[in-house]
C-alpha cells in the first residue's frame, strides 16, 4: 500500500520549536524527490522545504530559510522537517510530499498534520 504518514504537529508557543516526520511505504523511496508543503488556513498549499534525491541538496522557501531544516533517512525512508523559532505566520497544516516525473505513482501526498503556533 502507498502511503505517506506525518507526525509531530502540535500547538506550540511563538519562538518555540516543533520536529514533523514523515514515514513512506510502498514505494521506491529513493527514485522519489521528497517535500514538505502547507497550507495555511484560507491560503493556497505552498512549498515549504524539498530534496530532490538521494543525498541531494534541500531548497528552502524563502520565509522559512534559517529556522526550518530538512532531512531525509533513505534507510528508513523517512523524512522529518525540524522548525525553530516558529511564528504565528507558520500555523497551517503541512503535508509531506513524494513525486517523481515517471512510473506509477507519480505524486503521492500524505493526509497533513496541524501546527499551529499561538500563545
Known amino acids: 500500500q502507498v502511503q505517506l504518514v506525518e507526525s509531530g504537529g502540535g500547538l506550540v508557543q511563538p519562538g518555540g520549536s516543533l520536529r514533523l516526520s514523515c514515514a513512506a511505504s510502498?514505494?521506491?523511496?529513493?527514485?522519489?524527490?521528497m517535500s514538505w508543503y502547507r497550507q495555511p488556513p484560507g491560503k493556497e498549499r505552498e512549498l515549504v522545504a524539498a530534496?530532490?534525491?538521494?543525498?541531494?541538496?534541500?531548497t528552502y522557501a524563502s520565509f522559512v530559510k534559517g529556522r526550518f531544516t530538512m532531512s531525509r533517512d533513505n534507510a528508513k525512508n523517512t523524512v522529518d522537517l525540524q522548525m525553530n523559532s516558529l511564528k504565528p505566520e507558520d500555523t497551517a497544516v503541512y503535508y509531506c510530499?513524494?513525486?517523481?516525473?515517471?512510473?506509477?505513482?507519480?505524486?503521492?501526498w500524505g493526509q497533513g498534520t496541524q501546527v499551529t503556533v499561538s500563545s
Open positions: 510530499n513524494a513525486a517523481r516525473g515517471w512510473g506509477t505513482p507519480q505524486n503521492v
Open positions: 510502498g514505494i521506491a523511496f529513493t527514485t522519489y524527490a
Open positions: 530534496i530532490i534525491s538521494a543525498g541531494g541538496s534541500t
